[in-house]
């Protein structure tokens, strides 16, 4: 069984930086390809970052891309989320979840929270403006 926790969340002001951290437990996490993801009130959960197992490639969603980097360290099994020059609309809750089995999925595949198998249960971030 697989267990993902998640840490690092809190209040930051517009501009800010925070890290996320999601530590693994369970199977193989130089296996897992990792996504975290984002859930703002009254939306549906959307695609922020993902890294493939082997941690070489990224992708990011563009609202993102630039501010925000994902990396994977499978020593420590634990994938980070640099956040810089947070604001408002960063407000949410991010969760990280993992793709258990070694593969090349297509960028589309990542962004799918439907195609995840495990879940953190989620850090709460606030971005005050």
């Known amino acids: 069984q697989v267990q993902l926790v998640e840490s690092g969340g809190g209040l930051v002001q517009a501009g800010g930086s925070l890290r996320l951290a999601c530590a693994a437990s369970?199977?193989?996490?130089?296996?897992?390809?990792m996504g975290w993801f984002r859930q703002a009130p009254g939306k549906e959960r959307e695609f922020v970052a993902g890294?493939?197992?082997?941690?070489?490639?990224?992708y990011y969603a563009d609202s993102v891309k630039g501010r925000f980097t994902i990396t994977k360290d499978n020593a420590e099994s634990t994938v980070y989320l640099q956040m810089n020059s947070l604001k408002g609309e960063d407000t949410a809750i991010y969760s990280c979840?993992?793709?258990?089995?070694?593969?090349?999925?297509?960028?589309?595949?990542?962004?799918?929270?439907?195609?995840?198998?495990?879940w953190g249960q989620g850090t709460q971030v606030t971005v005050s403006s």
């Open positions: 979840a993992a793709k258990i089995h070694r593969a090349w999925y297509s960028s589309n595949t990542l962004r799918r929270p439907s195609d995840y198998d495990y």
């Open positions: 369970g199977g193989t996490f130089a296996d897992y390809t």
């Open positions: 890294i493939y197992w082997s941690g070489g490639t990224t």
